[in-house]
């Protein structure tokens, strides 16, 4: 492959990329919420900062964790999101997919070690991705519970057990946010004055 080949495969990959920032989360139908800032690429930013911080928390590879989070949903692109309802009707055909996506990349070989190690769920770094995961839809819960949906704080009954995440570090986080309120983090610095 030449090197403009390459640089033409990848400006594709980018695009493809993109279409995620109007790919809807699915849990939309059964939070009853039409939140439409909640789509694929605000929830990979956000697991990608959770999964740095768990990985310092947690003496384990950031670089490795932030590239498993932002990469762990790039099949959504073509398959779409699914919710637990559609999970249990639809075949995803994840791995087909992200070797249609990566085929002729440079990074190729990288990407598809970095997604491989994810889905195995057996290094510290993988699981730690995967709670950073599970953190992201925690915050989602309690911000959608505390702005009155009923069926977050149903949701979120069950995350407060914790029973998904892995890590110490992410099941003491996970307390923490249960404990406060979405608001808190600009309680001590607001201002009714200018400077």
């Not at 990329?17 to 939140?35: E, V």
């Not at 069926?151 to 009954?157: F, G, I, N, V």
């Not at 995440?165 to 600009?186: G, H, M, R």
Request: aromatic residues 8%; hydrophobic residues 35%; positive net charge.
């Amino acid at each position: 492959m030449t090197k403009k080949q390459e640089i033409i495969k990848l400006a594709h990959f980018l695009y493809e990329l993109g279409t995620l920032r109007k790919t809807a989360r699915a849990h939309r139908q059964t939070l009853l919420t039409d939140d439409l800032s909640d789509n694929i690429a605000s929830h990979s930013y956000r697991v990608a900062i959770i999964g740095w911080l768990l990985a310092e928390l947690e003496n384990a590879n950031p670089d490795k964790i932030i590239k498993m989070c932002l990469l762990h949903d790039i099949a959504e692109t073509r398959s779409n999101d699914q919710n637990w309802i559609h999970k249990r009707y639809v075949k995803v055909f994840e791995n087909e997919i992200t070797n249609d996506q990566l085929k002729n990349l440079p990074q190729e070989t990288k990407f598809k070690k970095i997604l491989s190690e994810y889905n195995k769920r057996e290094t510290l770094e993988s699981k730690i991705a995967k709670d950073a995961d599970l953190i992201d839809q925690i915050l989602l819960l309690k911000e959608y519970g505390w702005q009155g949906n009923k069926e977050a704080k149903e949701w979120l009954k069950g995350a407060e057990q914790g029973k998904k995440l892995t890590t110490t570090s992410a099941k003491v986080l996970q307390k923490e946010i249960i404990s406060q309120k979405p608001s808190d983090w600009w309680q001590n610095i607001w201002t009714a004055k200018r400077r």
